[in-house]
């Protein structure tokens, strides 16, 4: 079992930056590939950027790329998400997931921490 707490979200302007912090529990938190999902109101909960195990490999939905940046410190059992040059379509609440396998689905899911970027 995995519990997974995000914090970090708030209230941003247009171009502004957040970092979002997923904390993990247990200690098999390097089983767990890592990422992050957001769901926009009305709207069904999206890919945004994963990381492996190690964080030797990280992948992004098109829209963030070059904006956002998916970390993990394996030594504090926490993954990060750094946002910057936040848009207002980047609005929603934001969730961490793990997966024990990289082509599966996410086998955990956090609470989510609502991220709203005002124009």
């Known amino acids: 079992q995995v519990q997974l707490v995000e914090s970090g979200g708030g209230l941003v302007q247009a171009g502004g930056s957040l970092r979002l912090s997923c904390a993990a529990s247990?200690?098999?938190?390097?089983?767990?590939?890592m990422a992050w999902f957001r769901q926009a109101p009305g709207e069904e909960r999206k890919f945004v950027a994963r990381?492996?195990?190690?964080?030797?490999?990280?992948y992004y939905t098109d829209s963030v790329k070059g904006r956002f940046t998916i970390s993990r410190d394996n030594a504090k059992n926490t993954v990060y998400l750094q946002m910057n040059s936040l848009k207002p379509e980047d609005t929603a609440v934001y969730y961490c997931?793990?997966?024990?396998?990289?082509?599966?689905?996410?086998?955990?899911w956090g609470q989510g921490t609502q991220v709203t970027v005002s124009s």
């Open positions: 247990g200690r098999t938190f390097t089983t767990y590939h």
């Open positions: 990381i492996t195990r190690a964080g030797s490999s990280t």
């Open positions: 997931a793990a997966s024990r396998y990289e082509s599966a689905g996410p086998d955990y």
